[in-house]
């Protein structure tokens, strides 16, 4: 008992990365999710939030998910990936974004990122393009948007198509239309650590009409049950190569009572986003970190604050001295060139010093919504203290 006790306090005390919001709607709606008597997925609550992301955003052929990761494989599917393709990816990104494309035996090919952002550098892109390339995965990072009017005119000049790994990117713009409409296809999440969430959860989006058939079969376990619901068919059968990757009811209302609080979110984050950006820009001035870039064509959508320090000693030397005074920043990515299980497949060397440096010098600070904006104050202000000490 003594021991809970302890651990309940410590987490008390300190500042956490991430802590899921909840709206307080959310009982309400999987209550009635329950009493519609049909809660295994692709009902009332399922509509709901297609139509929502279609009337906010402009996508316009949602199919829910289980996961961001789901929705890649369901665009990996529809894309026919085999062994004999390659696929570009970043290498500064999570491992979802490429092993939906390596699962269906594809060469992953590893691009680098920009000098300054983590989004992946257009113009090495062009040049890894060959004969065998069939898609591309694009990562928005943080929700910034990467540059779509060339990444499409690339691609469709090599008639590859590009998949929006828009994981980071609800509610964010690229020029005048939301991320998640540029691409041919395109993957949100609604992880927890997510600006939304239903715990578990994601979302594909088609923008190339002539796969939506074949992606409602691919939904539902590669059958062509939706047909026999409209009355076309009166059996379902096993029509192509799909999974089961729709989520239930619960999983839809519990996202439909957030997305109901989106502007609410999205406001708060802002002001969390701003304030860490206003209290650190003098340590930017004085070089002793670098803040995100924002391009005159992205939007920002709040998703991550982060810095940039100068080398990785320094960065995990400033986790420890926030770590010892109850704040838990953290970094991400090890770069997937350099993961374990590319390292032993691959006889490829790559060259990616921009995905290295971000791999090594980048720390998200703290950001939900209910960190209030005093404790950000002092995160700033420990920062600005280690700055100094060193
Ligand atoms: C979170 C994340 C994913 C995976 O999302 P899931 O919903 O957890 O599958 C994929 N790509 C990026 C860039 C992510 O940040």
């Known amino acids: 008992m ?129 004969p065998k390339t069939k898609a591309i995965v694009i990562v928005h990072y943080a929700g910034l948007a990467c540059d779509m009017d060339a990444i499409m005119e690339i691609a469709n000049r090599h008639e590859i198509f590009v998949i929006e790994d828009a994981a980071h990117s609800i509610a964010s713009l690229y020029k005048d239309k939301f991320l998640g409409t540029y691409g041919h296809f395109a993957a949100f999440s609604f992880h927890e650590t997510k600006n939304i969430s239903s715990g578990q959860g994601g979302m594909l989006v088609i923008n190339d009409q002539s796969m939506i058939n074949r992606a409602e079969k691919i ?52 002001t969390i986003w701003n304030t860490y950006y206003e209290q650190l820009h003098h340590l930017e001035i004085k070089e002793k970190i670098s803040l995100p870039i924002i391009k005159d064509y992205q939007s920002n959508n709040y998703h991550i604050f982060y810095i940039l320090c100068t080398s990785i000693s320094e960065r995990n030397n400033l986790i420890d001295f926030l ?36 791999s090594e010098t980048l720390l998200r600070l703290p950001l939900f919504v209910e960190l209030e904006l005093n404790l950000v104050t002092k995160i700033t202000s420990l920062i600005s203290s280690f700055y100094e000490s060193i």
């Open 219 to 270: 939904w539902i376990k590669g059958t062509n049950q939706l047909d026999m619901q409209r009355g076309i068919i009166d059996k379902y059968e096993w029509v192509d190569l799909g999974s089961n990757f729709y989520p239930s009811e619960i999983t839809a209302a519990l996202l439909f009572a957030q997305l109901q609080k989106i502007e609410f979110i999205q406001k708060k984050r802002k």
């Open 2 to 130: 003594c021991y809970i006790t302890k651990n309940v306090q410590k987490r008390f005390i300190m500042i956490p990365f991430n802590k899921p919001y909840l709206t307080g709607q959310e009982y309400e709606l999987i209550e009635k999710a329950f009493s519609k008597g049909k809660f295994s997925g692709n009902g009332y609550f399922t509509d709901k939030c297609h139509r929502f992301f279609k009337d906010h955003f402009g996508l316009s052929n949602c199919f829910l998910t289980n996961s961001a990761t789901s929705a890649l494989e369901m665009a990996s599917l529809l894309c026919n990936i085999t062994k004999e393709d390659e696929v570009i990816i970043p290498s500064y990104t999570f491992v979802s974004t490429a092993t939906p494309f390596a699962l269906r035996g594809a060469r992953i090919v590893f691009c680098d990122s920009e000098p300054t952002s983590p989004n992946i550098d257009v113009l090495q892109l062009e040049q890894l393009i060959t």
């Open 323 to 358: 770590k010892q005074n109850n704040v838990l920043a953290v970094f991400h990515y090890s770069a997937l060139h350099s993961s374990p299980y590319i390292q032993e497949k691959s006889t490829n060397k790559f060259e990616l010093p921009n995905a290295d440096r971000y």
